[in-house]
């Protein structure tokens, strides 16, 4: 059975196997993102020959230090941190550089006290709710951990054309010199947004664009932010993340409409601190002191993308769509990557839990996985949509609604409790 792609990709492949023959594998992992890393690694780990192919799977991310803060922030979720726990990376992060948060607070668009939700770590019974860092600091540890992995080859390329059989899948790849093969028994589709693999096994999607962008960039700050992660909905729709960072330093999120992100991205030092002052009253500067821009801002459009299935092709399943290949969420509850990485926890979980007679690319296996993600993944993709339905919508009855529940949220410690429970997302 082969699978053409409308268009194939010429991205360079530079790979020391010989042209002509397959190298052979147990698994192939396409995507050399967060999740392609750390899915191939602890697919190493576990004792599997595998491939990991991406253009950039060679890149070298320099380890973060010093002043300079990538403006690219992840929060972490315990889930996550679990994660990389069992894949040995997590106490090789340079912890100094991580912050921890013990608090949230979020703050409805009527300006009035009784309208925030504030979830405490404290109030919870547990250490912390996240921990924020740099994208760079988690690239930098998994690329090391590949490295000195024995059973994890890297190769750059990109995927041409895919040809299932009923014992694997032969992945043609598109290099400088010639084509390369590599066949492989199980395929891990980790390639992102725009998945390439999901459009060859033509997997259909649910997509939605949001009409906005998320505007990114660290700022320093003159109050100290008590290792809370703030957040404001805006009057018209405007959602305003500002995450701790170590020391005096907060990475802003503003989701916003195209228009003002491209005006946001022109503005000076002085002028974000006029554009802040003007928010919420004055809320945002009344909390975090005076702004000054620590990074260059960046923005990323905002869409929900959900593939109808995460197994394919229908009558052979060969190939796992994880991370954004699967689903993209906006980041109003910053849990993409953690939603990623919790299908790599599973699907190491089934590989690693299966029974002994079970072949790794078992059906009932691939089964067992889509089964299992389906349920947390359908949750978070809902939760998120509704919540930002609710909170851009203009209709005045939505936003009394809004506020006078997160009113009624916060009164309540046991629906905070199970919130905060849900948010922790401990998959091991
Ligand atoms: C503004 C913003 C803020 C965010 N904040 C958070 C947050 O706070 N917390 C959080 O958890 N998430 C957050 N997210 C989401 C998060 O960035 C993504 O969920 C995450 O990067 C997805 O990782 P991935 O490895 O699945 O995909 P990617 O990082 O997109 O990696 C895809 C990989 O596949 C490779 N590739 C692509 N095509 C091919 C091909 N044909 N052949 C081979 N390789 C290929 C690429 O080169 C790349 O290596 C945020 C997103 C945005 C836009």
């Known amino acids: 059975m082969a699978f053409n792609p409308s268009k194939s990709m010429t991205t360079p492949a530079a790979s020391a196997h010989a042209a002509g023959k397959p190298r052979q594998c147990d698994v192939a992992v396409i995507g050399g993102g967060i999740v392609g890393k750390a899915c191939a690694l602890g697919l190493a780990q ?14 070298h991310t320099a380890k973060p230090s010093g002043d300079h803060w990538a403006e690219r922030i992840y929060a972490i979720s315990p889930g996550t941190r679990s994660l990389l726990q069992s894949l040995q990376v997590w106490d090789a992060i340079d912890h100094a550089r991580l912050q921890v948060v013990r ?27 996240a921990w924020i860092g740099e994208s760079d600091l988690l690239e930098h540890i998994l690329e090391q951990a590949c490295r000195f992995q024995s059973k994890l080859e890297c190769v750059v390329g990109s995927l041409d054309n ?4 009923p014992d694997g899948a032969l992945l ?6 010639s084509p390369v093969e590599v066949k492989a028994n199980l ?10 693999l999901r459009s060859m096994l033509q997997i259909q999607t649910d ?7 998320a505007v990114v960039g660290n700022f320093l700050c003159t109050n100290a932010h008590l290792e809370t992660a ?22 802003m999120v503003w989701s916003t409409s195209p228009e003002n992100a491209a005006r946001l991205l022109t503005l000076d030092a002085d002028q974000w601190q006029s554009e802040f002052a003007m928010l919420h009253d004055g809320a945002i500067v009344h909390t975090l002191g005076t702004l000054s821009p620590h990074s260059k801002p960046g923005s990323f459009p905002l869409r929900k993308i959900r593939a109808q299935r995460v197994i394919g092709p229908e009558l052979m399943p060969k190939v796992i769509l994880i991370g954004d290949a699967a689903h993209v969420i906006h980041p109003l509850a910053g849990q993409g990557l953690n939603l990623g990485l919790r299908d790599v926890a599973a699907l ?3 590989l690693r839990e299966r029974e002994s007679f079970r072949a790794i690319a078992d059906p009932v296996l691939l089964r067992r996985y889509e089964r299992e993600r389906h349920g947390d993944t359908s949750a978070i993709l809902w939760v998120t949509d509704r919540l930002k339905q609710l909170f851009t919508s203009a209709n005045p009855l939505q936003q009394k609604i809004r506020n006078w529940g997160m009113g009624l949220v916060n009164r309540s410690h046991l629906i905070k409790r199970y919130l905060i429970k849900e948010a922790l997302g401990e998959v091991q």
């Open 348 to 350: 190491l979980r089934i």
């Open 187 to 196: 395929v891990i589709a980790a390639d992102g947004a725009n998945s390439s």
């Open 230 to 251: 703030f957040q404001w909905f805006l009057p018209g729709g405007d959602i305003l993340a500002m995450l701790p960072l170590p020391g005096k330093q907060v990475s």
């Open 46 to 59: 576990q004792g599997f020959d595998v491939v990991q192919i991406a253009p950039d799977v060679d890149q």
């Open 172 to 177: 043609r790849l598109h290099g400088t010199q």
């Open 207 to 213: 997509e939605k664009s949001y009409e906005q962008r």
């Open 103 to 129: 608090d949230m607070r979020i703050y409805g668009d009527r300006g009035e006290p009784s309208d925030g939700l504030h979830l405490s770590a404290f109030e919870a019974g547990v250490p912390q709710l």
């Open 162 to 165: 895919l040809f299932i059989e």
